[in-house]
């Protein structure tokens, strides 16, 4: 089974473009029960070079953090946004929608950053990506940051609260979109909304989740 050296290419073939069910302004490139990219293993995925293909998806959290947004325009209008773990590009998308400066997003997996430069086209929209693992960087110059379902597993949780903590000291907005997931600090969360937002039911235990937004306080401790 050959490595994919053309990750747009690949995206293209083995996705279909659809409105997100929760923000259906947006349209991204997206795997259903129907495309090969959905029924491939993981076995399958790690011999074309692919990690689990989170971008193909419209994640509760993200969803619920773009409806969100695209309703409450002033908490990025003409600020400069970062769309952390950025998958899809969906936050990335949503926020230069309603009114960003400045959009960019991030995540360690190649193909997401080659989905979400799709969707940003897609949907007529500057905004900037790029591959990599920021939570070891040095702060970004940025005003506000989205985190859209991120903490389902343990160290991914705990690396990035620390990463959270960092971007709060330095004066940076952190919100969080989330529907229960198993690792979320909920003590650290101030709750803004919450959705009945429709996912793929293969992937959850639900058609529909509860999805609440959240802005993270400074830890006390």
Request: glycine fraction near 8%; include cysteine; aromatic fraction near 8%.
């Amino acid at each position: 089974m050959a490595r994919i050296t053309d990750p747009e290419k690949f995206i293209r073939e083995e996705t279909r473009i659809r409105p997100v069910p929760h923000a259906e302004e947006i349209s991204l490139h997206v795997a259903d029960e129907a495309m090969d990219l959905w029924q491939k293993t993981e076995e399958e995925l790690g011999h074309l070079g692919l990690a689990p293909p989170f971008w193909a998806f419209a994640w509760a959290g993200g969803q619920g953090l773009a409806r969100y947004v695209l309703d409450h325009p002033e908490v990025v209008y003409q600020k400069r946004v970062l769309d952390f773990a950025c998958g899809s590009g969906l936050m990335a998308i949503a926020a230069k929608m309603a009114g960003a400066g400045s959009c960019h997003g991030v995540d360690i997996d190649p193909f997401a950053i080659a989905a979400a430069r799709l969707n940003a086209e897609l949907n007529c929209v500057v905004a900037t990506f790029a591959e990599g693992d920021i939570t070891r960087s040095s702060v970004p110059d940025v005003d506000v940051v989205f985190c859209g379902d991120v903490f389902y597993d343990r160290h991914m949780a705990d690396e990035v609260l620390i990463f959270l903590d960092k971007l709060m000291a330095a004066g940076i907005e952190v919100y969080v979109g989330d529907p229960g997931r198993s690792y979320l600090p909920n003590e650290r969360l101030k709750e803004l909304c919450e959705y009945q937002v429709p996912v793929v039911g293969q992937l959850e235990d639900n058609e529909i989740k509860k999805t609440r937004v959240y802005k993270v306080a400074e830890n006390q401790s």
